[in-house]
C-alpha cells in the first residue's frame, strides 16, 4: 500500500528566511507526486508535481520541491518565505495517472512577520 | 482554467434529515470525480470514486447506501448524505480529473456540514 509521511506537525519560520516542509513517500513503481495547499475552510490548490524529468521541480508562488529517489523524499521549498505562505500543505503520492492518490496529514506553515 | 466548484459551501441540517452536495467541473471534463471528508487537523480521507455513467467505487469502511454518490454528466457529481447524524459533521472536498490531463485532479472549495 502507498503511503506519505509529513513529519512535521507545523514548521515556523521568519519572513524572508527560506523553507522547507518534508515529504517522505512509499509507492510501488515509479511515484507520481503533488504538493497541494490549503488556506481556512477552502479546498485544496495545486502547487507542483513531479511525474518524470528533472528532479527539481518548479511550481506555483515561487515554491520548488526536489524529488529524490534514493531517500523516497519530495521536500517542498521557497527561498524567501512570505506571511501570505502560511497555510497547511499536503503532500501526495499516487502510483500512476489513473490510480488513487494518497495524501499526507499536513504541515501547517507559520511565517512570522 | 480548471475550476471546480462546490454548492453549497455551508449547510447545517437537523438530525435524520438528507444532505445534497454538488461538484461541478466548470471549464473541463471530468469522468472521474473523487469525494473526500477531512476532518480537524488531518488529512483528506478519499471516500468514494465518482466516474460518469457509472457505479461510485467506495473506499473500505464508507456506507454507500448513507453516502449516495451520482455522477450523471461529465461535469456534475452530487454526493447525498442520508439520514444524517452529528458524527456526519465535517468538510466535504470534492475533486475532478481533467479528462485531457489525466493525473491532475482539481480540488472544489469544500463544503461544511453541520448536522444538529
Known amino acids: 500500500a502507498q503511503s506519505v509521511a509529513q513529519p512535521e506537525d507545523q514548521v515556523n519560520v521568519a519572513e524572508g528566511n527560506p523553507l522547507t516542509v518534508k515529504c517522505t513517500y512509499s509507492?510501488?513503481?515509479?511515484?507520481?507526486l503533488f504538493w497541494y495547499v490549503q488556506y481556512p475552510n477552502r479546498g485544496l490548490q495545486f502547487l507542483l508535481k513531479y511525474i518524470t524529468g528533472d528532479n527539481l521541480v518548479k511550481g506555483s508562488y515561487g515554491f520548488e520541491a526536489e524529488f529524490n529517489k534514493s531517500q523516497t523524499s519530495f521536500h517542498l521549498k521557497k527561498p524567501s518565505a512570505l506571511v501570505s505562505d502560511s497555510a497547511l500543505y499536503f503532500c501526495a503520492v499516487s502510483s500512476g495517472g489513473y490510480q488513487k492518490v494518497t495524501f499526507g496529514i499536513g504541515t501547517k506553515l507559520q511565517v512570522i512577520p | 482554467g480548471a475550476v471546480v466548484s462546490q454548492h453549497p459551501s455551508r449547510v447545517i441540517c437537523k438530525s435524520g434529515t438528507s444532505v445534497k452536495i454538488e461538484c461541478r467541473s466548470l471549464d473541463f471534463q471530468a469522468t472521474t470525480m473523487f469525494w473526500y471528508r477531512q476532518f480537524p487537523k488531518q488529512s483528506l480521507m478519499l471516500m468514494a470514486t465518482s466516474n460518469e455513467g457509472s457505479k461510485a467505487t467506495y473506499e473500505q469502511g464508507v456506507e454507500k447506501d448513507k453516502f449516495l454518490i451520482n455522477h450523471a454528466s461529465l461535469t456534475l457529481s452530487t454526493l447525498t448524505v442520508t439520514s444524517a447524524h452529528p458524527e456526519d459533521s465535517s468538510f466535504y472536498i470534492c475533486?475532478?480529473?481533467?479528462?485531457?490531463?489525466?493525473?491532475?485532479?482539481?480540488f472544489g472549495p469544500g463544503t461544511r456540514l453541520t448536522v444538529t
Open positions: 509507492v510501488s513503481g515509479n511515484p507520481y
Open positions: 475533486s475532478a480529473r481533467d479528462t485531457g490531463r489525466s493525473y491532475e485532479q482539481y
